[in-house]
């Protein structure tokens, strides 16, 4: 087993992968990475691989899970055996079911649910591989794939983290900081409405420093907000000149 570090940051205030603090993972976007669903994105956010798929809207089944006014999200986040160091249960955790439910309210605000009554929409996420902060590269790359299904949306969900690591606030954490730091504060914004779909907070921050986190995790969404609009934009054009 390798010896987990005592410290976090360096003397050089630089993290254990050569960050600093306010600075994100390497992340690529890629929209439509899948043919056979409706609509599709992969991620890959430092060492998290994540792929997400949208199928819908379609007829309910059973259809006692219908809803007459509008229409129904059903999200599933999965991890898979092979994405984490120890082999894991292929059944669905605890956490998994949790943060289904957590994905799918912060994507829920973002869609115009009224326009398809009596319908349904599936997400899939399936994470290849783990190292922190899947929840938040989930919610980004779900809300690509949904946009990519051709879904009507008042604006994409973007989601970062932020936390507590070594007494400094530092961004977007990686595995290791997001177990031995003191707090982590996920995030997930609709930037053009500057509105929060979630905010979560797990450890302990002082008032100022949840203050900082959150505003730190704000900056990190609005970049990858860049890329999430970049992704979309780059699939279509190239779709706009194969046509042509």
Not at 38 to 66: C, F, R, T
Not at 185 to 193: D, E, S, Y
Not at 220 to 232: F, H, P, S, V
Request: aromatic fraction near 4%.
């Amino acid at each position: 087993m390798s010896r987990k570090p005592e410290k976090l940051i360096d003397k050089k205030g630089l993290r254990l992968d050569g960050r600093k603090p306010d600075e994100l993972r390497p992340i690529k976007i890629e929209a439509g990475a899948l043919s056979n669903a409706d609509g599709s994105a992969y991620i890959e956010q430092g060492k998290n691989k994540i792929l997400a798929a949208v199928y819908g809207p379609k007829e309910v089944h059973p259809k006692h899970l219908a809803l007459q006014d509008r229409m129904v999200i059903r999200c599933r986040y999965h991890m898979a055996p092979f994405s984490v160091q120890e082999r894991k249960s292929p059944a669905p955790s605890r956490r998994e079911i949790e943060l289904s439910k957590v994905i799918r309210e912060s994507l829920e605000p973002s869609i115009f649910l009224e326009y398809y009554p009596r319908t349904i929409i599936d997400v899939f996420i399936e994470v290849l591989q783990a190292d922190g902060g899947t929840r938040c590269a989930s919610i980004t790359a779900a809300s690509i794939a949904l946009a990519d299904a051709g879904i009507p949306m008042r604006d994409l969900v973007v989601a970062c983290a932020a936390g507590k690591v070594d007494d400094t606030i530092v961004l977007d954490l990686m595995d290791t900081e997001d177990k031995m730091g003191t707090a982590d504060v996920p995030l997930a914004l609709m930037p053009n409405l500057k509105a929060l779909t979630l905010l979560q907070m797990d450890g302990i921050l002082t008032s100022k420093e949840f203050e900082s986190a959150v505003n730190l995790a704000l900056e990190g969404c609005k970049k990858i907000y860049t890329l999430q609009k970049e992704a979309l934009r780059t699939k279509y054009v190239n779709m706009k000149e194969v046509e042509e």
